[in-house]
């Protein structure tokens, strides 16, 4: 299986990471450690947050580095 270091899912959200816009600033593992890690791989962990904690942090991300998109539902056919 191929890793995308770049990309990190669950169900309800994508996070983007671009390292060659990203300043190191380390805002976002300060302030919200559950989700980014400056020591832990994979250092984006998106299991157990609220979805809305991790857009509010990203939308503070100095650089842009970090970007994210909603995943929509899909509906099934019966």
């Known amino acids: 299986m191929e890793v995308n270091d770049r990309e990190f899912s669950n169900k309800e ?15 976002c ?8 890690s400056n020591s832990v791989i994979p250092w984006v962990n ?7 904690k991790v857009i509010q942090q990203i939308k503070k991300c100095p ?3 970090l970007q994210y ?3 929509k539902e899909q509906k099934q056919a019966v």
Do not use: M
């Not at 959200?13 to 805002?27: E, H, N, Q, R």
């Not at 593992?29 to 980014?36: I, P, T, W």
């Open 13 to 27: 959200i994508t996070v983007t990471y671009d390292p060659c816009i990203c300043t190191l600033s380390g805002k």
């Open 29 to 36: 593992a300060k302030e919200l450690s559950d989700v980014f």
């Open 46 to 52: 998106l299991d157990g947050v609220e979805t809305e």
């Open 63 to 65: 650089s842009g580095a």
């Open 69 to 71: 998109y909603l995943k």
